[in-house]
């Protein structure tokens, strides 16, 4: 069984800073993709950034410039540095992988349980 574990989630004023931590554990063999995305209340689910496994970042148009995301392929360790924050971040944030368990060579689509993030004076 594969599992992915966030932290970092927290309460903080428009302007400032936060860092989300993954971690993936289990019976993993390799995983690619892996990323973050929200969803804030009353709204889908949608992506923040996602990672290759050779490094290549993609991000979302809302993210300007102020997150970066970076990942630790030794460790099945994914961050995200967000800086500038805007009440418009509030939600949960999920974290997402892509992995092939050593069980069986089938790709997994797997999601953390999620942290939440609260932007506010």
């Known amino acids: 069984q594969v599992k992915l574990v966030e932290s970092g989630g927290d309460v903080v004023q428009p302007g400032g800073s936060l860092t989300l931590s993954c971690v993936g554990s289990?019976?993993?063999?390799?995983?690619?993709?892996m990323g973050w995305y929200r969803q804030a209340v009353g709204k889908q689910r949608e992506l923040v950034a996602t990672?290759?496994?050779?490094?290549?970042?993609e991000y979302a148009r809302f993210v300007k410039g102020r997150f970066t995301i970076s990942r630790d392929n030794t460790k099945n360790t994914v961050s995200l540095q967000m800086n500038n924050l805007e009440p418009e971040d509030t939600g949960v944030y999920y974290c997402?992988?892509?992995?092939?368990?050593?069980?069986?060579?089938?790709?997994?689509?797997?999601w953390g349980q999620g942290t939440l993030i609260i932007v506010s004076p």
């Open positions: 990672m290759t496994r050779a490094g290549h970042p």
């Open positions: 289990g019976s993993i063999a390799s995983i690619f993709a």
């Open positions: 997402n992988a892509e992995v092939v368990g050593t069980a069986a060579p089938d790709l997994l689509d797997v």
